[in-house]
C-alpha cells in the first residue's frame, strides 16, 4: 500500500489549500488515522485525525476551526482543508493509515508535502 499526498505549496497568510492524500488500492481493511506535520527542529505532530470508530474527528487546538478532515472512501482518499493558514502552519504535512491483518495493526505513511505559509 502507498499513500501518496498532493495540494502543497507556497501560499500567503490567510490563504487556503486542500491537501489529498490517495492510497494505491482499496481501503478494504486500510483505515485513514489523520494528518501529521512536522516542522524544522520539531517533533512531528498530529494535526487532525479520526477517532478510533472513525465516527468522529479530533483537531490539535491551534488549527480547530481553521482545519477540516475529510474522507472519500469511494476514492480511496483522505483530505485536509486549510484555511486561514498562519505562518506557524508551515511544515511537512504526512498522511497516515492503519491496515489490521490478522489482529496486527501495519501502519502506512506517505511521502509528505511542503506546506509554506508567508507572512
Known amino acids: 500500500v502507498q499513500l501518496v499526498e498532493s495540494g502543497g505549496g507556497l501560499v500567503q497568510a490567510g490563504g487556503s489549500l486542500r491537501l489529498s492524500c490517495a492510497a494505491s488500492?482499496?481501503?478494504?481493511?486500510?483505515?485513514?488515522m489523520g494528518w501529521y506535520r512536522q516542522a524544522p527542529g520539531k517533533q512531528r505532530e498530529l494535526v487532525a485525525g479520526?477517532?478510533?470508530?472513525?465516527?468522529?474527528?479530533e483537531y490539535t487546538d491551534s488549527v480547530k476551526g481553521r482545519f477540516t478532515i475529510s474522507r472519500d472512501n469511494a476514492k480511496n482518499t483522505m483530505y485536509l482543508q486549510m484555511n486561514s493558514l498562519k505562518p506557524e502552519d508551515t511544515a511537512v504535512y504526512y498522511c497516515?493509515?492503519?491496515?489490521?491483518?490478522?489482529?496486527?495493526?501495519?501502519?502506512?505513511w506517505g511521502q509528505g508535502t511542503q506546506v509554506t505559509v508567508s507572512s
Open positions: 479520526f477517532t478510533t470508530s472513525g465516527g468522529t474527528t
Open positions: 488500492r482499496s481501503t478494504f481493511n486500510i483505515n485513514p
Open positions: 497516515k493509515a492503519v491496515s489490521i491483518v490478522f489482529g496486527i495493526p501495519y501502519y502506512y
